[in-house]
C-alpha cells in the first residue's frame, strides 16, 4: 500500500525554533509544532518582511487582531478565526492588537484527499465550531504535559483538525456560493493570482498568462483591472519584487549579480532600478536596512 505523501517541517528551522521558543507552553518535536506562548516570537517577526512558509500552519486567533498580507492579498486575522496556510504561500504581517492570542500549529501533515498545502482557507467560526476548535487545542495542550509517549497521537490530533477545517471550509463555502455564486471574472482573478504565485512574477507578459487561462489578452487585461484597479503588469512586478525581497534577506550568501539572474534580469543595474521603483529602496539598502521587530514596533505604538 502507497503510504501518503508528507510535507516534513524544515529540519533547520525545526531546530531555530525549539532553542529559541522552547518552553513548557510550546511543544517541539522532529515533525511538528505548536505554539500557545506568542510572546517570544514577537521579537523575531519583522514587520512587513515577506517570507514563505516551507510547511503547512494552522493559525488559530484566541483574543485581539492582526493584519497580515497573504499571497499579495491583505486580510484581518480576528477573534475566532481559523487560518490555514499552505506550503509556500507568501505571508507578512503588517501589525497586531496588543491582545493577539494566537495558537499555531505547523509540521508534518498528510495532503492524500485535501487541498489543505495548496489553498489558503480563512475561516470565521460559528459559535459551535469555535468550541469544538478551542477543544482541539485544549485536549493537544494537556497532552503535553503527558509523561508516557504522545508524539504520534498529537500528529494525528493535528492532522484531524486540518481535516475538520478542511471540511468545515467546504461547507461554510458551499453555502456562501449557493447564496451568490462567483462570476466569471473572480473566478478568473483568483486563478490568475494563482498562477502567478507560482511563477514568481518573472514572466510578466500578458500572452502567457492568458494562454494558460484560455482566455484572450484583452479580456484577462479587463478583468484584472476591473476586479483590482491595478493592471497585470503592475501584479507581476510587485510578485516579482517580493520574491527578489525574500532572496536579498533569507539568501544574504548570494550575490547582487546572483539574484539577478535568477530572477531573469539581463544585468544587476536593471535589476536594481526595477526594484527602486517598486520599493523605494535599492537592493543593498534594503538588504542592510534596519530590520523592525513586531515587539519593538509594538512597544513604540503603546508608549
Request: glycine residues 4%; aromatic residues 8%.
Amino acid at each position: 500500500m502507497e503510504k501518503d505523501p508528507v510535507i516534513t517541517l524544515d529540519q533547520n528551522l525545526q531546530q531555530f525554533m525549539a532553542s529559541t521558543y522552547a518552553n513548557n507552553r510550546n511543544y517541539f518535536s522532529r515533525e511538528m509544532t505548536l505554539i500557545t506562548d506568542f510572546g517570544d516570537m514577537k521579537q523575531r517577526i519583522i514587520i512587513n518582511q515577506p517570507f514563505r512558509p516551507r510547511e503547512p500552519r494552522l493559525v488559530y486567533v484566541r483574543k485581539g487582531h492582526a493584519d497580515v498580507f497573504i499571497n499579495m492579498r491583505k486580510h484581518v486575522l480576528e477573534e475566532g478565526m481559523l487560518a490555514i496556510l499552505p506550503v509556500n504561500c507568501i505571508f507578512s504581517v503588517i501589525s497586531v492588537s496588543k491582545d493577539f492570542t494566537p495558537l499555531i500549529i505547523a509540521g508534518n501533515v498528510s495532503v492524500m484527499d485535501t487541498g489543505i498545502v495548496y489553498d489558503t482557507l480563512l475561516i470565521k467560526l460559528p459559535d459551535v465550531e469555535k468550541h469544538l476548535v478551542e477543544t482541539f487545542f485544549s485536549l493537544a495542550i494537556e497532552m503535553l504535559n503527558l509523561r508516557s509517549p504522545k508524539e504520534k497521537a498529537i500528529k494525528h490530533l493535528f492532522l484531524s483538525l486540518f481535516h475538520f477545517s478542511t471540511e468545515l471550509y467546504r461547507q461554510i463555502n458551499d453555502i456562501v456560493v449557493g447564496e451568490k455564486k462567483k462570476s466569471a471574472s473572480e473566478r478568473i482573478m483568483e486563478q490568475f493570482i494563482h498562477l502567478i504565485m507560482e511563477d514568481g512574477g518573472v514572466r510578466r507578459d500578458i500572452q502567457f498568462y492568458a494562454k494558460k487561462l484560455q482566455v484572450t489578452p484583452n479580456y484577462l487585461s479587463i478583468v484584472v483591472k476591473k476586479e483590482t484597479s491595478s493592471t497585470v503588469s503592475q501584479w507581476c512586478n510587485r510578485r516579482l519584487a517580493l520574491e527578489a525581497q525574500m532572496l536579498l534577506k533569507a539568501s544574504r550568501n548570494l550575490s547582487l549579480s546572483e539574484i539577478s539572474d535568477m530572477l531573469g534580469f539581463h544585468n544587476p543595474s536593471q535589476f536594481g532600478t526595477f526594484f527602486k521603483k517598486e520599493t523605494g529602496m535599492t537592493p543593498m539598502e534594503y538588504r542592510n536596512g534596519k530590520e523592525i521587530p513586531l515587539g519593538e514596533a509594538e512597544e513604540k505604538i503603546n508608549s
